[in-house]
């Protein structure tokens, strides 16, 4: 079960290096002194990938736990 748990992990990275790059492109947008409604545009946009990224994260990490549990 350590391929479940390897998968997981790189599962799990990814998920974060999403996260990050939500962040990272809020941080941005913010800095750029947007108008509240181009900041709404801008931020609806990132709210499918920050959520899709938290759900890849969420499955990387119950791979882990489910790899640790079948070793």
């Known amino acids: ?3 479940l748990i390897i998968a997981g992990a790189v599962l799990s990275l990814i998920g974060l290096i999403g996260l990050i790059y939500c962040i990272v492109s809020a941080l941005r947008a913010r800095k750029q002194g947007l108008s509240d409604e181009e900041m709404r545009v801008r931020l609806r946009g990132l709210v499918a990938w920050n ?9 990387g990490l119950m791979m882990v736990v489910a790899g640790i549990f079948l070793s």
Request: proline share 0%; net charge negative.
């Open 51 to 59: 959520m899709g990224a938290l759900f890849t994260s969420i499955l």
């Open 1 to 3: 079960m350590d391929i």
